[in-house]
């Protein structure tokens, strides 16, 4: 699926199936955490939802969220 699965497989020692689970679970608790206007922005960023295929995730990833959300917060650097 994603960044959140490939860490989940690595650090926590979940199969595939399982971190890919738990990774929807995840955005799925994130998404509805944040207003309605974010989600979209959110999916993008997690390449969940309708944002990204598993063929084509959608741009950004867990990364692109780290960053966005230091953005938030006044961390340029």
Request: glycine share 20%; aromatic share 2%; proline share 3%.
């Amino acid at each position: 699926m994603g960044e959140i699965s490939d860490l989940l497989q690595q650090k926590a020692g979940l199969s595939a199936d399982q971190a890919d689970q738990a990774e929807q679970v995840v955005i799925e608790l994130v998404k509805s955490k944040v207003p309605a206007e974010f989600q979209g922005v959110l999916g993008s960023l997690l390449g969940g939802g309708d944002a990204g295929t598993a063929d084509q995730p959608a741009a950004g990833g867990l990364g692109g969220l780290l960053g966005a959300a230091e953005g938030l917060f006044g961390n340029k650097g």
